[in-house]
């Protein structure tokens, strides 16, 4: 009697999984209705055919088919990608202009501090008394400040450079990316 009980425990432990699976059918008739039923012997001889079935998995895949349509569908059009690329490529080259202009800048500036340096060398050697000794020191100190900007402004640059160098390379990595892959 015990051996009998635990016999029927075990079958319906192991029937249990197997009437949780959740199977049902879909089927349009000859009016275009669509149905759906959990008996596939309710749908009529003549539709068994072109009945489609469905399980519990089957919903997860339309529900992932569902989230890629829907993502397409906010995806840009080409119309909208090429206005988009066409304004970030303006964009781009405003920024590169305007770095082009502050590295000329630059280098006017490096330029100038170059020659003020040869100058202050050429005073230095000038120097007979005390005087014109602190009166060069007074003249350095401003130069080494001017340097000191110099250095903070070639600093800002480089960070915009850098910054610029990110964003084109990352436009560059999306339009592979977005490019029809050839085979």
């Known amino acids: 009697m015990i051996k009998l ?3 029927l425990i075990f079958l319906m432990l192991v029937s249990l ?3 949780a699976s959740a199977e049902f059918y879909r089927y349009v008739d000859e009016k275009g209705n ?3 039923t959990d008996d596939l012997s309710t749908v009529p001889k003549s539709q068994q055919t072109d009945i489609y079935e469905y399980s519990e998995s089957q919903n997860d895949t339309d529900n992932n088919q569902k989230d890629e349509q829907n993502s397409l569908k906010s995806q ?3 119309e909208e990608k090429q206005a988009r690329d066409q304004d970030e490529a303006t964009e781009l ?3 590169k202009k305007g770095l082009d202009r502050k590295k000329e800048e630059l ?3 490096y330029q100038a501090l170059i ?3 040869e100058q202050i060398a050429k005073d230095k050697k000038k120097i007979r008394n005390r005087t014109a000794a602190k009166k060069h020191n007074k003249i350095i100190s401003k130069f080494n400040e001017k340097v000191e900007d110099y250095e903070a402004s070639k600093k800002i640059f480089n960070a915009e450079v850098k910054k610029y160098n990110s ?5 560059f990595l999306e339009s592979l990316e977005a490019s029809p892959q050839s085979e």
Do not use: N
């Open 5 to 7: 009980g635990r016999l």
């Open 17 to 19: 999984p197997l009437s």
């Open 34 to 36: 669509v149905h759906y």
């Open 76 to 78: 840009p059009s080409f």
């Open 93 to 95: 080259a405003k920024i």
């Open 107 to 109: 280098k006017k500036e």
């Open 115 to 117: 020659q003020e340096k």
């Open 167 to 171: 964003r084109v390379k990352k436009d």
